[in-house]
């Protein structure tokens, strides 16, 4: 079911620092999300959003929002954007929130940090090359190389091999491309051949930084989630998720230390960055985060 609602407000501020996305302000104009991943942390009881992947709370007035406040703020930090539901999703082909919002974010002359599973945003690949002006990332989320794993685990996102080409193609433009290596999946994702052949994919298509999380998150509704998909899916690995991590929230990888070593080599070895870029309003060039 779509909802439309009349917002209040649409930037809300990020405590300093932000050493995952290099943010000031986050930009929601959807809430819940159409893309159905198995592992969303969103569908955890304090985000309280009732039937996450159905449920689509749509700020309808969002641009007229951002026409209004982003003349007031004093500084002109990155937006970010895709904070519990992607801009990308399925309806935003329709309703144009997403482009309407960038219209006005490049006449402000505001950088903007895009996190996404589709590849939608190519529809708007020339207004992020306006804002790119000043500056502007998109990043995907990629957790597996294989097509076929990504669809069992995220089935109503674009194909995996979609988003490596729009990242190719983004990066072409000349825009900043990252890659957000998390959550990575017990038992599932976590090998290194995965991990070795989504790095080399990314180096490929000119990816500038690779953020990583050897794990993911578990706890009340989105862990009654995952292991309902994993009893579908995978039988048999929900028990050894409940032998392994209890009723733990934190989940790391039993190989963590193994795959952070091959990750932070072959990273080093082909020159991209493992913590985000973000943007120096006082240099003309981009510097990492460290």
Known sequence: MIQEINAKSILTHIKQPDDWFGLKYNMNLYRGCQHGCIYC???SKCYKIDKFDEDIIVKFNAPELLKNELPRKRTKGTIGTGSMNDPYMPIEAELKLMERSLEIIAENRFPIHILTK???????????????????????????????????????ATLVSKRIRALDMLAA????????????LPFIEDNIENIT??????NACGVKFIVPAFGMTLRDYQRDYYYKKLDTLFPGLKERYQSTYNEQYSCESLLKTDLEKAFYDLCGEYGIATKVIIYNPHDNTQLNLF
């Open 173 to 184: 433009y000349g825009i900043t491309t990252g890659l957000y290596l998390m959550p990575v």
């Open 197 to 202: 052949k989504i790095i080399k994919l990314a």
């Open 118 to 156: 589709s590849d939608l945003v190519l529809r708007d690949i020339k207004l992020i090359q306006k804002i790119n002006l000043v500056f502007a990332a998109v990043s995907f989320s990629i957790t597996t190389a294989d097509d076929l794993l990504g669809k069992k685990i995220e089935p109503r």
């Open 41 to 43: 942390d969103s569908r």
